[in-house]
């Protein structure tokens, strides 16, 4: 079966991103072969000519990308892509060495809303980065062990006849804890002596880490036509590779008007609330700064500013349809979803769906709509959080997928051309 380009490419991209900060050095990277210029948050002056490319990171996990349109902000305002880097998963901690009954075993904390069932009997690698001494000086590098040398073993049914019945129940402090070692003895500092020989320094050099484990199984087309992608990390990277790819395919269009943007934030899973977070200060001072960097240049660009906040949608399942208000079934392969909640855990209105709706319709891509059953409490996304705290006016969606926060989701092989669509249509939009 052939499958679309746009797929296979985002495919890659999860394939290269095991952490956030791999997604950004991916992001990057892509958007340096682009032409897309790296600009520091500390540098007096940025470029600010018309169609001026450029790029900005903060704490490695969260990236800004923009192209400078014809006019300027303050006149034409942005049109912006916002999403998240992060994924739910387990990660080491400071002092993760732990023996019991002859096994050497890491210490685990969870990130976001794992759903731990997915994790155990996995193949798992190590990945994230590390801060090591270098010279008087100190510097952070990525670091991907891409080998399954962790495991969290699944108890055998024999010793736990309940499971079917009851659910798979696993304490995060007491059933997570990663083999990875048979009849080490007890050396204080033994995870970070082995990870200082990963990173090619002295143990004495390792100052710390962020390291997450992963599936090292890569992504995979599947079913009987293909019609699925079997992948870690859709929720979020799938809108992240979305949002690139419309910025790097809106090139070709003609120069807009507006300044086009892509947002991509850490600490989505966790609240946003952070450094470089989509609660803290990164957006708002980087939109400041191209728009002008008066208060009031940046009032007058939001005010004729959208935003579309990307993050994955709740597809109906087969098994389950009832967890789904019957009116509302994203379907996989269905096109965008428009997601709604009356109060406000979205930052869809009337006026702003209808743009979008409008924006579908002339990219020629179908648009699904999503709203909560009334009686299950909504997530939510950046999307409100960008929306209400720089008063820009916006949507929410996302492609429908199935087992959102797994280790391994499913979505449909036909989402991302179109929504890569819709989102190119919409840099050049107004
Ligand atoms: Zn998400």
């Known amino acids: ?24 050095a991916e992001t990057a990277a892509r958007l340096e072969a682009a032409g897309y ?4 948050e500390t540098a007096k002056d940025w470029p600010g000519d018309a169609g001026a490319k450029l790029y900005v990171t903060r704490g490695d996990g969260s990236i800004i990308a923009w192209r400078m349109g014809s006019a300027p902000p303050a006149d034409a305002g942005f049109r912006v892509i916002g999403a998240h880097t992060d994924s739910p998963n387990l990660r080491v901690k400071p002092k993760p060495d732990r023996h019991n009954v002859g096994y050497h075993t890491l210490g685990l904390e ?12 996995r193949d798992l690698g190590l990945a994230g980065r590390v801060t090591v001494t270098d010279g008087d000086a100190m510097r952070t590098e990525l670091i991907r062990v891409d080998r399954p040398i ?3 073993p699944n108890l055998s049914i024999h010793l736990n006849r309940g499971v079917n019945k009851d659910g798979l129940i696993l304490n995060k402090q007491t059933h997570l804890p990663a083999v990875w070692a048979i009849g080490d003895t007890e050396t204080p500092g033994a ?14 050099d390792v100052l710390g880490w962020d390291l997450c484990l992963y599936d090292v199984q890569p992504p995979a087309f599947g079913g009987r036509d293909d019609a699925f992608i079997f992948a870690p990390r859709l929720d979020n990277q799938h809108s992240c590779h979305s949002g690139l790819s419309a910025l790097l395919a809106s090139d070709e269009d003609d120069a807009p008007k507006a300044t086009s943007v892509l947002a991509l934030f850490d600490h989505e899973e966790i609240g946003s609330r952070s450094s470089r977070g989509a609660q803290g200060s990164f957006l708002r001072d980087v ?7 008066t208060a009031s240049d940046m009032a007058r660009a939001t005010a004729s500013s959208f935003l579309v906040s990307a993050d994955m949608s709740h597809g109906v399942h087969p098994n389950y349809a009832d ?16 997601k709604t909640h009356n109060e406000w855990r979205y930052a869809t209105d009337v006026e702003s769906s209808a743009t979008w709706r409008a924006i579908c319709r002339d990219a020629g891509v179908p648009c699904q709509e999503f709203v909560n059953r009334t009686d299950l409490a909504c997530g939510s996304t950046i999307g409100p959080i960008v929306a209400s705290s720089l008063g820009m006016k916006g949507v929410d969606v996302g492609c429908a997928q199935w087992s959102m926060h797994s280790i391994r989701e499913t979505g449909g092989a036909e989402d991302p051309p179109l929504m890569i669509a819709a989102m190119r249509r919409f840099f050049g939009w107004g």
């Open 1 to 24: 079966m052939s499958v679309p380009a746009e797929t296979a490419d985002l495919l890659a991209y999860i394939e290269a991103s095991p952490t956030p900060w791999h997604c950004v």
């Open 110 to 121: 969870t990130y976001g809303g794992v759903l731990l069932a997915t994790w155990p009997d």
């Open 323 to 338: 967890k789904h208000d019957p009116q509302h079934r994203p379907m996989m392969n269905g096109g965008p979803v428009l």
């Open 150 to 152: 962790c495991r969290i």
């Open 191 to 204: 995870f970070a002596a082995w990870l200082a020989g990963e990173a090619e320094v002295a143990t004495d």
């Open 287 to 293: 939109l400041t700064r191209v728009a002008g960097g």
């Open 37 to 40: 210029t790296s600009v520091d």
